[in-house]
Antibody, heavy 121, light 110 residues
Framework: QVQLVQSGAEVTKPGASVKLSCKAS????????MHWVRQAPGQRLEWMGW????????KYSENFQGRVTITRDTSASTAYMELSSLRFEDTAVFYC??????????????WGQGTKVTVSS | QSALTQPPSASGSPGQSVTISCTGT?????????VSWYQQHPGKAPKLIIY???KRPSGVPDRFSGSKSGNTASLTVSGLQADDESDYYC??????????FGGGTKLTVL
Protein backbone atom coordinates (compact mmCIF):
# COMPACT_ATOMS: atom_id res chain seq x y z
CA GLN A 1 0.00 0.00 0.00
CA VAL A 2 1.58 3.23 -1.17
CA GLN A 3 1.64 5.94 1.48
CA LEU A 4 2.83 9.51 1.71
CA VAL A 5 3.56 10.55 5.29
CA GLN A 6 4.04 14.24 5.93
CA SER A 7 5.85 16.04 8.73
CA GLY A 8 4.07 17.51 11.72
CA ALA A 9 2.31 20.81 12.27
CA GLU A 10 4.30 24.03 12.32
CA VAL A 11 3.76 27.39 13.98
CA THR A 12 5.89 30.18 12.61
CA LYS A 13 6.11 33.94 12.29
CA PRO A 14 5.55 36.30 9.38
CA GLY A 15 8.63 36.68 7.25
CA ALA A 16 10.07 33.32 8.30
CA SER A 17 10.44 30.17 6.20
CA VAL A 18 9.07 26.69 6.70
CA LYS A 19 10.25 23.41 5.21
CA LEU A 20 7.86 20.48 5.08
CA SER A 21 8.62 16.88 4.24
CA CYS A 22 6.73 14.09 2.51
CA LYS A 23 8.07 10.54 2.83
CA ALA A 24 6.94 7.81 0.45
CA SER A 25 6.65 4.19 1.44
CA UNK A 26 5.26 1.02 -0.07
CA UNK A 27 6.35 1.75 -3.65
CA UNK A 28 9.33 3.05 -5.57
CA UNK A 29 9.96 6.76 -5.02
CA UNK A 30 11.54 7.56 -8.36
CA UNK A 31 9.60 7.85 -11.58
CA UNK A 32 6.90 10.23 -10.46
CA UNK A 33 6.08 13.89 -10.20
CA MET A 34 5.45 14.90 -6.60
CA HIS A 35 3.20 17.91 -6.24
CA TRP A 36 2.41 20.26 -3.39
CA VAL A 37 -1.02 21.79 -2.82
CA ARG A 38 -2.08 24.51 -0.38
CA GLN A 39 -5.51 24.76 1.22
CA ALA A 40 -6.25 27.75 3.43
CA PRO A 41 -9.02 27.33 6.04
CA GLY A 42 -12.35 26.96 4.29
CA GLN A 43 -10.76 27.68 0.94
CA ARG A 44 -10.08 25.84 -2.30
CA LEU A 45 -7.14 23.66 -3.25
CA GLU A 46 -4.30 25.65 -4.79
CA TRP A 47 -1.54 24.03 -6.81
CA MET A 48 1.97 25.12 -5.84
CA GLY A 49 4.35 23.09 -8.00
CA TRP A 50 6.08 19.75 -8.49
CA UNK A 51 9.43 18.01 -8.41
CA UNK A 52 10.44 15.20 -10.73
CA UNK A 53 11.66 12.50 -8.36
CA UNK A 54 13.94 11.10 -11.07
CA UNK A 55 16.01 14.13 -11.93
CA UNK A 56 14.99 16.85 -9.49
CA UNK A 57 13.51 19.12 -12.16
CA UNK A 58 10.86 21.46 -10.82
CA LYS A 59 7.93 23.58 -11.93
CA TYR A 60 6.29 26.23 -9.78
CA SER A 61 2.99 28.03 -9.95
CA GLU A 62 3.43 31.67 -10.85
CA ASN A 63 1.44 32.45 -7.71
CA PHE A 64 4.28 31.09 -5.58
CA GLN A 65 7.23 31.75 -7.87
CA GLY A 66 10.15 33.14 -5.92
CA ARG A 67 8.85 31.94 -2.56
CA VAL A 68 8.63 28.17 -3.00
CA THR A 69 11.37 25.59 -3.42
CA ILE A 70 10.56 21.92 -3.91
CA THR A 71 13.32 19.34 -3.66
CA ARG A 72 13.72 15.62 -3.18
CA ASP A 73 16.12 13.19 -1.56
CA THR A 74 15.90 9.88 -3.36
CA SER A 75 17.97 8.07 -0.72
CA ALA A 76 15.34 9.04 1.87
CA SER A 77 12.34 8.61 -0.49
CA THR A 78 11.31 12.07 0.64
CA ALA A 79 10.16 15.24 -1.07
CA TYR A 80 10.42 18.66 0.56
CA MET A 81 8.64 21.96 0.13
CA GLU A 82 10.10 25.16 1.52
CA LEU A 83 8.02 28.33 1.55
CA SER A 84 9.71 31.58 2.43
CA SER A 85 8.62 35.12 3.32
CA LEU A 86 5.61 33.68 5.08
CA ARG A 87 2.49 35.80 5.36
CA PHE A 88 -0.58 35.47 7.58
CA GLU A 89 -2.49 34.21 4.51
CA ASP A 90 -0.09 31.26 4.23
CA THR A 91 -1.84 29.76 7.23
CA ALA A 92 -3.10 26.58 5.63
CA VAL A 93 -2.87 22.84 5.31
CA PHE A 94 -0.23 21.80 2.81
CA TYR A 95 -0.54 18.48 1.00
CA CYS A 96 1.93 16.51 -1.04
CA UNK A 97 0.40 14.40 -3.79
CA UNK A 98 1.82 11.95 -6.30
CA UNK A 99 0.85 12.23 -9.93
CA UNK A 100 -0.24 8.92 -11.33
CA UNK A 101 1.45 7.24 -14.24
CA UNK A 102 4.79 8.96 -13.88
CA UNK A 103 3.52 12.39 -14.78
CA UNK A 104 1.28 12.06 -17.79
CA UNK A 105 -2.15 13.27 -16.83
CA UNK A 106 -1.99 15.72 -13.91
CA UNK A 107 -4.12 13.41 -11.76
CA UNK A 108 -3.07 12.93 -8.15
CA UNK A 109 -3.89 9.44 -6.97
CA UNK A 110 -1.92 9.35 -3.70
CA TRP A 111 -2.08 12.16 -1.14
CA GLY A 112 -0.29 12.79 2.11
CA GLN A 113 -2.31 13.43 5.25
CA GLY A 114 -1.51 17.14 5.16
CA THR A 115 0.61 19.42 7.33
CA LYS A 116 -0.97 22.38 9.09
CA VAL A 117 1.10 25.54 9.05
CA THR A 118 0.07 28.46 11.23
CA VAL A 119 1.63 31.86 10.64
CA SER A 120 1.16 33.99 13.72
CA SER A 121 2.97 36.86 15.35
CA GLN B 1 -3.75 31.90 -12.63
CA SER B 2 -7.37 32.15 -11.54
CA ALA B 3 -9.34 29.10 -10.57
CA LEU B 4 -11.64 27.02 -12.74
CA THR B 5 -15.26 27.98 -12.14
CA GLN B 6 -17.48 25.64 -10.14
CA PRO B 7 -20.85 26.33 -8.52
CA PRO B 8 -20.35 26.90 -4.79
CA SER B 9 -23.05 24.43 -3.90
CA ALA B 10 -25.19 21.60 -5.25
CA SER B 11 -27.76 19.37 -3.67
CA GLY B 12 -29.96 16.37 -4.26
CA SER B 13 -32.04 13.81 -2.43
CA PRO B 14 -30.91 10.24 -1.80
CA GLY B 15 -31.19 8.18 -4.96
CA GLN B 16 -31.24 11.19 -7.24
CA SER B 17 -28.51 12.34 -9.61
CA VAL B 18 -26.62 15.61 -9.42
CA THR B 19 -24.20 17.17 -11.88
CA ILE B 20 -21.42 19.59 -10.98
CA SER B 21 -19.85 21.75 -13.68
CA CYS B 22 -16.29 22.98 -14.02
CA THR B 23 -15.68 25.75 -16.54
CA GLY B 24 -12.30 26.83 -17.79
CA THR B 25 -10.84 28.01 -21.06
CA UNK B 26 -9.23 26.58 -24.16
CA UNK B 27 -5.91 26.89 -22.31
CA UNK B 28 -6.88 24.31 -19.74
CA UNK B 29 -10.14 22.30 -19.68
CA UNK B 30 -10.91 22.78 -23.37
CA UNK B 31 -7.41 22.18 -24.58
CA UNK B 32 -6.58 18.87 -22.92
CA UNK B 33 -8.32 15.67 -21.84
CA UNK B 34 -6.63 15.89 -18.47
CA VAL B 35 -9.49 16.87 -16.19
CA SER B 36 -9.64 15.26 -12.77
CA TRP B 37 -12.19 15.31 -9.97
CA TYR B 38 -11.56 14.97 -6.24
CA GLN B 39 -13.82 14.30 -3.29
CA GLN B 40 -12.80 15.86 0.02
CA HIS B 41 -14.53 15.15 3.28
CA PRO B 42 -14.02 17.66 6.13
CA GLY B 43 -10.58 17.44 7.67
CA LYS B 44 -9.43 14.81 5.20
CA ALA B 45 -7.11 14.75 2.22
CA PRO B 46 -8.73 14.86 -1.22
CA LYS B 47 -9.47 11.56 -2.95
CA LEU B 48 -9.20 11.10 -6.71
CA ILE B 49 -12.51 9.93 -8.18
CA ILE B 50 -12.20 10.78 -11.89
CA TYR B 51 -9.14 11.29 -14.10
CA UNK B 52 -8.62 11.99 -17.79
CA UNK B 53 -12.15 13.41 -17.99
CA UNK B 54 -14.08 10.18 -17.51
CA LYS B 55 -11.88 7.39 -16.11
CA ARG B 56 -12.42 6.00 -12.63
CA PRO B 57 -9.60 4.76 -10.41
CA SER B 58 -9.94 1.27 -9.06
CA GLY B 59 -12.42 1.16 -6.20
CA VAL B 60 -14.44 4.23 -7.16
CA PRO B 61 -18.11 3.29 -7.71
CA ASP B 62 -19.55 3.68 -11.19
CA ARG B 63 -22.11 6.06 -9.67
CA PHE B 64 -19.44 8.67 -10.33
CA SER B 65 -18.99 9.67 -13.95
CA GLY B 66 -17.25 12.46 -15.81
CA SER B 67 -17.61 14.15 -19.16
CA LYS B 68 -16.47 17.23 -21.05
CA SER B 69 -17.88 19.51 -23.69
CA GLY B 70 -15.80 22.38 -24.95
CA ASN B 71 -14.38 24.34 -22.02
CA THR B 72 -16.72 22.77 -19.44
CA ALA B 73 -16.23 19.48 -17.66
CA SER B 74 -18.91 17.82 -15.56
CA LEU B 75 -19.09 15.35 -12.72
CA THR B 76 -22.31 13.39 -12.28
CA VAL B 77 -23.08 11.53 -9.09
CA SER B 78 -25.93 9.07 -9.56
CA GLY B 79 -27.90 7.28 -6.89
CA LEU B 80 -26.92 9.82 -4.27
CA GLN B 81 -25.97 8.42 -0.90
CA ALA B 82 -25.46 10.15 2.41
CA ASP B 83 -21.72 9.59 2.26
CA ASP B 84 -21.51 11.51 -1.02
CA GLU B 85 -22.02 14.71 0.97
CA SER B 86 -18.64 16.32 0.58
CA ASP B 87 -16.65 18.99 -1.21
CA TYR B 88 -15.77 18.29 -4.83
CA TYR B 89 -12.94 19.88 -6.76
CA CYS B 90 -12.06 19.71 -10.41
CA UNK B 91 -8.58 20.21 -11.77
CA UNK B 92 -7.03 20.43 -15.19
CA UNK B 93 -3.69 20.43 -16.90
CA UNK B 94 -3.09 24.03 -17.91
CA UNK B 95 -0.16 23.75 -20.30
CA UNK B 96 3.53 24.32 -19.64
CA UNK B 97 3.46 21.66 -16.92
CA UNK B 98 0.98 23.69 -14.81
CA UNK B 99 -2.09 22.46 -12.98
CA UNK B 100 -5.16 24.47 -12.00
CA PHE B 101 -7.92 23.62 -9.54
CA GLY B 102 -11.52 24.71 -9.40
CA GLY B 103 -13.07 26.71 -6.62
CA GLY B 104 -14.83 23.69 -5.17
CA THR B 105 -18.47 22.66 -4.81
CA LYS B 106 -20.15 21.65 -1.58
CA LEU B 107 -22.57 18.81 -2.29
CA THR B 108 -25.41 18.42 0.16
CA VAL B 109 -27.54 15.28 0.30
CA LEU B 110 -30.96 16.43 1.44
Amino acid sequence: QVQLVQSGAEVTKPGASVKLSCKASGDRFSGYLMHWVRQAPGQRLEWMGWVNTNNGNTKYSENFQGRVTITRDTSASTAYMELSSLRFEDTAVFYCAREMGGGVNSAFDIWGQGTKVTVSS
Amino acid sequence: QSALTQPPSASGSPGQSVTISCTGTSSNVGGYNFVSWYQQHPGKAPKLIIYEVSKRPSGVPDRFSGSKSGNTASLTVSGLQADDESDYYCSSYAGSHNVIFGGGTKLTVL
